[in-house]
């Protein structure tokens, strides 16, 4: 399971913002190499409301599978970059010169980017992280 800190910022009848903060145990992680959570200070995560009691400042644990982490790894950025790389070969290969294979190439990674944008509620199913209090 990957796990981090975070306080409960926010509070309504639909969701839980929680902030997280980079840790120090961040650095004998695992994934530290491609964890957004290690790149910033801090972060914002919204995640749907739980049954359970919660209050605005209260300490709480999030927890993910390290599988749900890996798959947030390919969409985000093995994924991209085959797209980026095979454009590139293709177009540079049988059709233009290098300027404008590379310009194709990242504006192919437009519509990806688009798919996941209008997928985000699908993930938003998929990866769930669960809030565990009393820390």
């Known amino acids: 399971m990957i796990q981090h800190e975070g306080t ?11 902030r997280l903060y ?15 959570v290690v790149d910033q200070s801090e972060i914002i995560l919204d995640l749907p409301l739980p049954p359970e009691n919660l209050h605005i400042g209260q300490k709480v ?3 993910g599978s390290v599988s749900m982490g890996m798959q947030a790894i390919v969409y985000a950025f093995v994924i991209p970059l085959v797209i980026l790389i095979f454009t590139l070969v293709i177009f540079q290969h049988y059709f ?9 190439s ?5 519509p990806y980017y688009l ?18 209090t009393g820390i």
Do not use: P, W
Not at 115 to 132: A, N, P, Q, S
């Open 106 to 110: 990242l504006l192919m990674l437009v």
């Open 22 to 36: 980079k840790q120090s145990a961040c650095a004998g992680c695992h994934a530290k190499g491609s964890c957004s």
């Open 96 to 104: 233009f010169s290098e300027l404008i294979s590379g310009a194709v």
């Open 115 to 132: 798919v996941l944008y209008l997928k985000r509620d699908t993930l938003k199913r998929k990866f769930v992280f669960r809030i565990k």
């Open 61 to 63: 644990l999030l927890e």
């Open 8 to 18: 409960i910022i926010e509070l309504n009848e639909a969701k839980v913002t929680i």
